[in-house]
């Protein structure tokens, strides 16, 4: 089988420790070993993400952070209003998304679970799914959760869109007739053309890619690659990316928490 | 209809060797997935089989394979070296493999580039959009022979 680049440590600022490699959870019959995205990359992109200085994506968080107590809506509220301090009341809450509510009777990812509060507790507009308000938000959410495992449940009440999810994973799309297992479970490791595979894993979103100049959503990525197979993709926010969201997060289960990340 | 008159046209003109073309549905591999019959009707050229086989915008072989004797940067390793292919493979199943891999390794990730419907939410190229099946294949029918030619001289 293949092994991952390199056997770098990530550990961010200097204090942060980040594991980068763990036991495949047993539901994952065709890996043993996970690894996040950060061991494929060059070590120079790896630096990047060490560092909250260098790291590009902390601008659109800085920004996040003016945005949580920036009032919105018809009900004068900010985050801040019901959440107060977002490094406290947001701890740990990226490690489980998406998870079940029970209110709602349905899987929520991060995005959905924000754009809720916006339109029911703020009486605000939903933000566009993938858009930067909603990238910088996600990324400052998950960073409060940063070094601590991924731990997506993946039974009881979510356990048929886990299932979906999973399908999705191997269904081969598009004239080129690829799933995301051909690449990501076959074949991390190994380049197409220039490249290097990894094994396709979100514990790092929102990620920057400096292709893009910006932040990208996890539905994002999902659509790309599916694009990337000459299929016709999914929308972001769509049932089918949440469930497969859903699948994918569990997949890094073990993994921490290291979003946002910087990609190329 | 097209095909019809085609097919009419290659009988009156078999004396001057007009191109008589298999279209992607017509194809007949045999038990192990080879396709003895050119699909073409017009020898390939390996010149050309060698830029469709570069070139991100055709072919994009050298995506998953390395190919010593190409100058492509950037050459993958999802599939196997095709240095020596044809020390392994005759054309006829050289043609089978490039035209739909899955006839010869059933379960591979390689993609059929003769091939134009049957797929799994079918797009239009790499727009992301829906695309209407039969689809245009990835690769016409002597692209296939030009890329058959030019593998056949990947000897060792």
């Excluded at chain 1, 630096?47 to 800085?62: L, S, T």
């Excluded at chain 1, 080129?176 to 690449?183: H, N, V």
Aim: aromatic share 8%; with cysteine; glycine share 8%.
């Amino acid at each position: 089988g293949a092994v991952a680049q390199d056997d770098h440590q990530l550990v961010t600022n200097g204090d942060i420790e980040i594991v980068t490699e763990a036991p495949a959870p047993d539901y994952i019959s065709g890996l043993r070993t996970i690894y996040s995205g950060w061991r494929f990359r060059d070590a120079s992109l790896q630096e990047m993400q060490m560092d909250d200085f260098e790291n590009p994506a902390i601008i659109a968080v800085d920004k996040a952070i003016v945005q949580w107590s920036t009032v919105d809506g018809t009900e004068g509220k900010s985050c801040a209003s019901c959440h107060e301090d977002v490094e406290q009341s947001m701890l740990g809450v990226r490690a489980v998304y998406p998870k079940w509510n029970e209110d709602a009777g349905e899987v929520r990812t991060l995005a959905m679970q924000i754009n809720d509060c916006r339109t029911e507790n703020m009486g605000a507009e939903a933000w566009k799914y993938d858009g930067s308000d909603m990238t910088g938000a996600e990324a400052l959410i998950s960073m409060q959760s940063r070094g601590m495992p991924v731990n997506v449940a993946i039974d009881g009440p979510v356990a048929d869109t886990w299932k979906q999810g999973e399908e999705m994973y191997y269904t081969r799309y598009g004239q080129l007739e690829l799933s995301c297992a051909s690449c990501h479970e076959e074949n991390y490791d190994n380049y197409i053309r220039a490249d290097h595979l990894s094994q396709g894993q979100i514990n790092g979103f929102p990620a920057f890619r400096l292709k893009n100049d910006g932040l990208v959503q996890t539905h994002n990525r999902f659509k790309g690659c599916i694009r990337d197979t000459r299929a016709e993709t999914y929308s972001p926010g769509s049932a089918e990316f949440v469930a497969l969201e859903l699948y994918v997060a569990s997949r890094g289960n073990g993994l921490s928490v290291e979003a946002p990340s910087v990609r190329p | 209809m097209n095909r019809t008159l085609t097919a009419i046209a290659g009988v009156c003109l078999a004396t001057t060797a007009a191109a008589q073309e298999v279209a992607p549905l017509d194809v007949s591999f045999d038990e192990y997935g080879a396709i003895a019959a050119s699909l073409s009707g017009v020898p390939g050229d390996a010149a050309a089989g060698k830029e469709v086989m570069s070139e991100r915008s055709i072919g994009n072989c050298v995506a998953c394979h390395q190919v010593t004797a190409l100058e492509a940067t950037f050459q993958g390793n999802v599939g196997p070296s095709l240095d020596g292919a044809a020390d392994r493979w005759d054309e006829s199943q050289l043609r089978g493999i490039v035209a739909n891999a899955k006839m010869t390794f059933p379960e591979t990730v390689m993609p059929a580039f003769y091939k134009v419907n049957g797929y799994i939410r079918p797009g239009d190229a790499y727009t992301g959009k829906a695309g209407t099946e039969p689809l245009p294949p990835l690769l016409s029918a002597q692209q296939i022979e030009d890329v058959v030619a030019y593998l056949t001289t990947l000897k060792e």
